[in-house]
């Protein structure tokens, strides 16, 4: 009485061919296309300069932190580690990887000849 029979539909039309069901999946590649270009190569390209900018650090940059320390560079360790000199005789030491910026860069010392 409160339950109306259930009628099966007749059967749709053939299984989808092969560029028919590449046209399904155009737009799902299109987003992983359009995502890599705007986010996943800027992101690595972002990263690969930071690494170089870390790795040119030297004695008498002035570099500031992640957490906003600025400071000048006495020492740099082989560990990842530098040496920063935050204020008159006041030495900390910093992991590379937080240097965000260099604010003033040293020239490298001239080579005897």
């Given amino acids: ?3 109306s029979p259930a009628f099966a ?4 039309g053939a299984a989808p061919s092969g560029i028919a069901a590449f046209g399904q999946f155009l737009p799902l590649v299109l987003i992983f296309v359009i995502m890599y270009f705007l986010l996943i190569r800027p992101q690595q390209k972002k990263v690969k300069e930071h690494r170089s900018m870390v790795e040119a ?3 008498g ?4 932190t992640q957490g906003g320390i600025i400071g000048k560079v006495t020492h740099v360790r ?3 580690e530098l040496e920063v000199e935050i204020a008159p005789g006041v030495k900390v030491r910093v992991v590379k990887a937080t240097v965000t910026q260099v604010l003033t860069k040293t020239e490298p010392a001239a080579s005897a000849e």
């Fill in 1 to 3: 009485m409160f339950i």
């Fill in 9 to 12: 539909q007749a059967a749709g």
């Fill in 57 to 59: 650090l030297r004695r």
């Fill in 61 to 64: 940059d002035q570099i500031v």
């Fill in 78 to 80: 082989e560990d990842g």
